[in-house]
């Protein structure tokens, strides 16, 4: 017969309280170590926000104005006379893909930015590569992947990344146009 041993007592309490105390420390380190960092993490994102701003629409001053709509859509900024820089957040296949779309007064897309990302490196994140993002300047309207009977050419092995930057750029497009007709804010 097989002895059968069994923790109790003083030994098992001891270990319970020694793992509630590591865990208890772990907890408290990575909250001093997120709130620590927190404050340089927004004011990255912040910057990189701007230069992209920069990007896709140049211009001396942007405003941010108050658009409720498509739920894609973050942030809308009016970029003085040349248009808008549009914030839109759609799904990706690695989650949300935050990107900035620049839009002229006339509904062109003037250009694409990807802030952040979680696409499959060597797949989905190539939507970050100039040679995708370029496929946008100039549409206008409702942008679609060529598979769908548009124009834009999908990332290879990486067709819900292309879907999602697509649906992004239509979001922003459509968000352009309802604002050229309310007059532009």
Do not use: C
Request: glycine residues 12%; without cysteine.
């Amino acid at each position: 017969m097989k002895e059968e041993t069994r923790r109790s007592g003083p030994g098992m309490f001891r270990t319970l309280i020694t793992l509630l105390l590591f865990g208890a420390v772990v907890a408290f380190l990575l909250g001093l170590v997120n709130q620590v960092t927190a404050d340089p993490i927004a004011d990255h994102k912040e910057e990189k926000t701007r230069t992209a701003m920069q990007d896709v629409l140049p211009s001396r001053e942007y405003s941010e104005i108050l658009y409720e709509g498509d739920p894609l859509i973050k942030t809308v900024y009016r970029a003085g006379e040349q248009g808008w820089v549009i914030e839109v957040t759609p799904s990706g296949f690695g989650g949300i893909i935050d990107m900035l779309v620049g839009v002229d007064p006339s509904g062109a897309v003037t250009g694409v930015s990807i802030i952040s990302m979680s696409e499959t490196s060597g797949l989905g994140a190539n939507a970050a590569r100039e040679s995708f993002r370029s496929q946008y300047v100039g549409k206008t309207g409702s942008v679609k992947l060529r598979k769908q009977g548009g124009e834009i050419d999908a990332l290879t092995g990486a067709t819900v990344t292309s879907t999602a930057v697509t649906k992004g750029v239509s979001a922003a497009l459509a968000a352009a146009a309802e604002l050229m007709q309310e007059g532009g804010q």
